[in-house]
């Protein structure tokens, strides 16, 4: 393969006169050669010309054919030649972001012989190297855009901060309000006794202005209207930075109700979508990041927790039974044949652990990567209610594909109502330098979360900055299911004015009776109920907000009995609660021919009974 060395030279040839454009020489009969020609001349458009060595060899005499047979060659603008790997850089260097190859090839020692060296085999085997080229990024292939794609993704992710908010609002006065469970004010109040202005720092929200109950709903419905604002496309990037700025506050006001993997992933979501109303490229490099180590992380720490269930691929035997919020679906899943369910916990091992790395692969496999992620999250959606989680998750995908992709999924009319940008967005210098920085930011934190995770040790200096900007939660570790639950232990509260007639006080949405059907709540948050699945994993003495939502019921608070389906003391609140604990069980076929869906055995009491002092 011949190559000229170093930096582009003088030709020991006399080529034509200098043109007004540096060309680029192919071999024409070389189906790999058009097929990159053609997509480099897209990328680089008028920069550089493009012609077949079969149209151009003849005013290159002092060029033997056989040379532009083995390599592409380059003209530069004065005349000076290159070829192969050097030449493939120095056109690339005339499309934006790409001339980071050329100065690798330059600077970085070994990069330009073993470049060189890749160019040789590739060339060797061109015909095997085009049908891969076909296989990974199509017939077609053009240089990929992302304006369709962020356009729907921040007007779809419009809808995850909807539901976000809406979810919160019509709960948080029972909740953080005055005369809710854990009561926003008392915590502003005491943690601003004994903390100076770092409390803006280490806790940021908006709530140390104001925590009453008006101020808790004004920031919910506003971040209601902020994502109407953002659906339509109005202020969107005023409109993200508010966003951002109300759900982290609630995210620190509601305490306990808001420790949920589900509220990192939105702020952290959020955060990278202003990103992209700014700079679409990192923009959508950063959100694959976001997928690949949400999925992947999930997927390692299950091995790293040492669970059997896991381990022996036994988990989805229990997982149906035991998740928090069944859907209906979910008893028919956890009667399928142990097989079955075998199959897909390797299933899900093969999505959260090896697909995550095809985010980074070549189109085609990006595209696959997508389709199993769907179907892996599709079914979590159908058989557990996992609030707006799945379909954000869901939603994560429209990075990996492009917007020639999209355009064949959608319909025409409908592309044609979306007011997309017909050129590529050019950002600002400045703007191109600061997003660099932040997401080099970005990266480095999440790496550190990650090796933390992992149970390793990053060094001291990267703690340390990851550990400042931590507050913000624009980076956060995650890790679903690290260990399977075997077993549904459920808490029924119950109340009495006697201490010997009880009577239950129902949930919406957790079970409760036994003939009641799961219920379906997607994109809701009902965080009592969830609070009330964890609380069931923990020993009450532990919970603080446990004793307080008893003497709610004890006082029959308004704001506190509205989050629940059911107050058996309408009128006047009981005099005693107390809390059982049962086991539950899905019933056969033929008891829930009956109308039956659960089973339960008592486990004894969980809290004992008790009344209001003075009472």
Same mark, same amino acid.
């Given at each position: 393969?011949?190559?000229?060395?170093?930096?582009?030279?003088?030709?020991?040839?006399?080529?034509?006169?200098?043109?007004?454009?540096?060309? @680029?020489?192919?071999?024409?009969?070389?189906?790999?050669?058009?097929?990159?020609?053609?997509?480099?001349?897209?990328?680089?458009?008028?920069?550089?010309?493009?012609?077949?060595?079969?149209?151009?060899?003849?005013?290159?005499?002092?060029?033997?054919?056989?040379?532009?047979?083995?390599?592409?060659?380059?003209?530069?603008?004065?005349?000076?030649?290159?070829?192969?790997?050097?030449?493939?850089?120095?056109?690339?260097?005339?499309?934006?972001?790409?001339?980071?190859?050329?100065?690798?090839?330059?600077?970085?020692?070994?990069?330009?012989?073993?470049?060189?060296?890749?160019?040789?085999?590739?060339?060797?085997?061109?015909?095997?190297? &085009?049908?891969?080229?076909?296989?990974?990024?199509?017939?077609?292939?053009?240089?990929?855009?992302?304006?369709?794609?962020?356009?729907?993704?921040?007007?779809?992710?419009?809808?995850?901060?909807?539901?976000?908010?809406?979810?919160?609002?019509?709960?948080? /006065?029972?909740?953080?309000?005055?005369?809710?469970?854990?009561?926003?004010?008392?915590?502003?109040?005491?943690?601003?006794?004994?903390?100076?202005?770092?409390?803006?720092?280490?806790?940021?929200?908006?709530?140390?202005?104001?925590?009453?109950?008006?101020?808790?709903?004004?920031?919910?419905?506003?971040?209601?209207?902020?994502?109407?604002?953002?659906?339509?496309?109005?202020?969107?990037?005023?409109?993200?930075?508010?966003?951002?700025?109300? &759900? @982290?506050?609630?995210?620190?006001?509601?305490?306990?109700?808001?420790?949920?993997?589900?509220?990192?992933?939105?702020?952290?979501?959020?955060?990278?979508?202003?990103?992209?109303?700014?700079? =679409?490229?990192?923009?959508?490099?950063?959100?694959?990041?976001?997928?690949?180590?949400?999925?992947?992380?999930?997927?390692?720490?299950?091995?790293?927790?040492?669970?059997?269930?896991?381990?022996?691929?036994t988990a989805l035997s229990y997982h149906f039974v035991t998740e928090p919020l069944p859907t209906p679906l979910a008893w028919y899943a956890a009667?399928?044949?142990?097989?079955?369910?075998?199959?897909? =916990?390797?299933?899900?091992?093969?999505?959260?652990?090896?697909?995550?790395? @095809?985010?980074?692969?070549?189109?085609?496999?990006?595209?696959?990567?997508?389709?199993?992620? /769907?179907?892996?999250?599709?079914?979590?959606?159908?058989?557990?209610?996992?609030?707006?989680?799945?379909?954000?998750?869901?939603?994560?995908?429209?990075?990996?594909?492009?917007?020639?992709?999209?355009?064949?999924? /959608?319909?025409? +009319?409908?592309?044609?109502?979306?007011?997309?940008?017909?050129?590529?967005?050019t950002p600002h210098k400045a703007i191109t330098v600061f997003v660099g920085a932040l997401a080099l930011l970005i990266v480095l934190c999440s790496?550190?979360?990650?090796?933390?995770?992992?149970?390793?040790?990053?060094?001291?200096?990267?703690?340390?900055?990851?550990?400042?900007?931590?507050p913000l939660h624009i980076v956060s570790s995650y890790g679903l299911f690290a260990v399977m639950t075997t077993q549904r232990d459920e808490i029924?509260?119950?109340?009495?004015?006697?201490?010997?007639?009880?009577?239950?006080?129902?949930? +919406?949405?957790?079970?409760?009776?036994?003939?009641?059907?799961? +219920?379906?709540?997607?994109?809701?948050?009902?965080?009592?109920?969830?609070?009330?699945?964890?609380?069931?994993?923990?020993?009450?003495?532990?919970?603080?907000?446990?004793?307080?939502?008893?003497?709610?019921?004890?006082?029959?608070?308004?704001?506190?009995?509205?989050?629940?389906?059911?107050?058996?003391?309408?009128?006047?609140?009981?005099?005693?609660?107390?809390?059982?604990?049962?086991? &539950?069980?899905? =019933?056969?076929?033929?008891?829930?021919?009956?109308?039956?869906?659960?089973?339960? +055995?008592?486990?004894?009491?969980?809290?004992?009974?008790?009344?209001?002092?003075?009472?």
């Amino acid at each position: 393969m011949q190559a000229t060395s170093g930096n582009l030279s003088a030709s020991t040839v006399d080529p034509p006169a200098a043109g007004p454009r540096p060309l @680029l020489v192919y071999d024409g009969d070389c189906g790999f050669c058009a097929y990159w020609a053609r997509y480099w001349n897209k990328l680089t458009g008028d920069a550089v010309d493009y012609r077949p060595y079969q149209d151009v060899a003849a005013q290159y005499p002092a060029i033997p054919v056989s040379d532009f047979q083995r390599a592409v060659q380059f003209f530069a603008s004065d005349g000076r030649r290159a070829s192969a790997a050097e030449a493939s850089f120095l056109t690339l260097s005339h499309a934006r972001g790409k001339g980071i190859w050329l100065a690798l090839y330059r600077k970085l020692p070994g990069f330009a012989a073993l470049s060189e060296w890749a160019y040789a085999l590739i060339a060797a085997h061109r015909s095997a190297f &085009y049908r891969v080229s076909l296989m990974l990024w199509g017939r077609d292939y053009e240089p990929p855009r992302h304006d369709l794609v962020s356009f729907l993704f921040l007007r779809l992710f419009g809808l995850i901060y909807l539901s976000a908010f809406i979810s919160f609002a019509v709960q948080a /006065l029972g909740l953080i309000g005055s005369h809710g469970i854990l009561p926003l004010a008392e915590l502003v109040d005491a943690i601003g006794s004994r903390a100076g202005v770092e409390r803006f720092y280490l806790m940021p929200m908006v709530f140390w202005w104001n925590a009453g109950d008006f101020a808790i709903q004004a920031v919910c419905w506003a971040g209601v209207g902020l994502s109407l604002l953002l659906i339509f496309n109005l202020l969107p990037r005023l409109s993200l930075i508010l966003l951002f700025v109300f &759900y @982290l506050s609630l995210l620190y006001g509601g305490q306990t109700f808001m420790t949920y993997q589900w509220d990192t992933f939105l702020l952290e979501a959020g955060f990278l979508a202003l990103f992209l109303s700014f700079a =679409t490229v990192p923009g959508i490099w950063l959100l694959r990041w976001l997928l690949f180590r949400f999925l992947f992380m999930s997927g390692v720490v299950k091995l790293l927790s040492g669970d059997p269930n896991w381990w022996n691929l036994t988990a989805l035997s229990y997982h149906f039974v035991t998740e928090p919020l069944p859907t209906p679906l979910a008893w028919y899943a956890a009667h399928l044949p142990p097989s079955v369910l075998i199959v897909g =916990t390797a299933g899900t091992f093969v999505v959260e652990l090896l697909l995550p790395f @095809l985010i980074f692969c070549p189109r085609r496999l990006r595209f696959a990567a997508a389709v199993g992620i /769907l179907l892996l999250q599709s079914s979590i959606l159908i058989t557990g209610n996992y609030n707006w989680f799945n379909l954000q998750t869901m939603l994560l995908c429209l990075p990996l594909i492009d917007d020639a992709a999209l355009r064949k999924i /959608l319909p025409q +009319r409908l592309i044609g109502r979306l007011p997309v940008r017909a050129k590529p967005y050019t950002p600002h210098k400045a703007i191109t330098v600061f997003v660099g920085a932040l997401a080099l930011l970005i990266v480095l934190c999440s790496l550190v979360e990650m090796d933390e995770r992992f149970g390793g040790d990053p060094p001291a200096l990267a703690k340390g900055i990851d550990r400042l900007i931590e507050p913000l939660h624009i980076v956060s570790s995650y890790g679903l299911f690290a260990v399977m639950t075997t077993q549904r232990d459920e808490i029924v509260i119950e109340g009495s004015n006697d201490g010997v007639e009880w009577r239950a006080y129902e949930f +919406r949405y957790k079970p409760g009776e036994l003939a009641r059907r799961p +219920r379906w709540n997607i994109p809701y948050q009902p965080r009592l109920d969830w609070q009330m699945w964890f609380a069931a994993l923990d020993d009450p003495r532990r919970l603080p907000w446990f004793s307080r939502f008893l003497a709610a019921l004890l006082e029959n608070a308004p704001a506190v009995t509205a989050l629940l389906e059911k107050n058996p003391f309408p009128d006047k609140p009981p005099v005693y609660v107390r809390a059982q604990f049962y086991e &539950y069980t899905y =019933t056969g076929s033929e008891e829930k021919a009956k109308g039956l869906w659960w089973d339960r +055995r008592s486990l004894g009491l969980y809290f004992p009974a008790v009344r209001l002092k003075g009472e």
